[in-house]
C-alpha cells in the first residue's frame, strides 16, 4: 500500500474501533476514526480519505442509506461496509448503495487488513466467477435469501419443509464456495443475481 493513503472509518462500537486500530497500525497507511458519519464528514471536508470502513452492523451505527453522503470530492468512490453477523438484508442493501465490499462481525484483524489492502490497489468487484451450476431451484431460494427471508418463509411459499430449503442452502453455500452471508452476496452480485 501506498505511504501516502488514508483509510477512515466510522463506528461507534469499542471493538470495531479497536479491531481497526491494531490491524492497521503497522501498515504504511494513515488512519482515523470517527463515531458518526457527521463528524466524519465534518471534519474531512477538506480532507483526503482513499478508503471509508463504515460500520453498518451496530445500534447506533451508520445506516445504509448513509453510504450515499460522502460523495464530497474527498471521499473516495471506495467503501467496506461492516454489517452484523447473518446480516443479509443488511449486506446487499450496502453494495446497492455503494459500497465495493461487505465484511461481517466479529472483525478479525487479519480478514479486515486483507479487505483494506484489496480495495485499495484495486480489486473491488470482479466478475471472475464461473458461474456455479445452480439447479433452478437453488437459484430460486438464493434469490429467496437475497431477499432477506427466513428458511421458514422460503419452505412455505415454495411448499416444501424447511429442512429441505436448509439442504439447499447448504449445497448453495458450498456449490458458491462461501462460508457466511456476506460471501453469498458477493458471489450473488458476481452472477448479476441482483444489480447496484
Known amino acids: 500500500m501506498a505511504r501516502d493513503r488514508k483509510i477512515c472509518c466510522v463506528s461507534d462500537d469499542t471493538d470495531v474501533a479497536r479491531v481497526f486500530g491494531d490491524a492497521l497500525r503497522k501498515s504504511s497507511v494513515q488512519t ?4 458518526d458519519m457527521s463528524q466524519c464528514l465534518t471534519e474531512l471536508e477538506d480532507g483526503q480519505c482513499d478508503l471509508l470502513v463504515v460500520d453498518l452492523g ?56 486483507s479487505k ?41 411459499d415454495l411448499h416444501r419443509s424447511p429442512r429441505t430449503v436448509e439442504v439447499h442452502r447448504k449445497n448453495i453455500m458450498r456449490k458458491l464456495g462461501v462460508s457466511n452471508v456476506v460471501g453469498l452476496v458477493r458471489q450473488a452480485l458476481k452472477m448479476g443475481l441482483f444489480h447496484v
Open 32 to 35: 482515523c476514526h470517527f463515531l
Open 58 to 113: 451496530g445500534e447506533h451505527s451508520a445506516t445504509c442509506t448513509q453510504l450515499a453522503l460522502p460523495r464530497l470530492p474527498c471521499f473516495p468512490p471506495k467503501i467496506l461496509a461492516i454489517v452484523a453477523h447473518a446480516d443479509v438484508t443488511g449486506a446487499v442493501r450496502a453494495m446497492k448503495e455503494g459500497s465495493l465490499d461487505c465484511i461481517e462481525k466479529p472483525l478479525d484483524g487479519y480478514t479486515l487488513r
Open 116 to 156: 483494506v489492502e484489496g480495495l485499495l490497489d484495486g480489486q473491488g468487484r470482479s466478475s471472475d466467477l464461473d458461474c456455479a451450476h445452480l439447479t433452478a431451484m437453488e437459484t430460486l431460494i438464493l434469490k429467496s435469501v437475497l431477499e432477506g427471508r427466513t428458511t421458514r418463509e422460503i419452505a412455505r
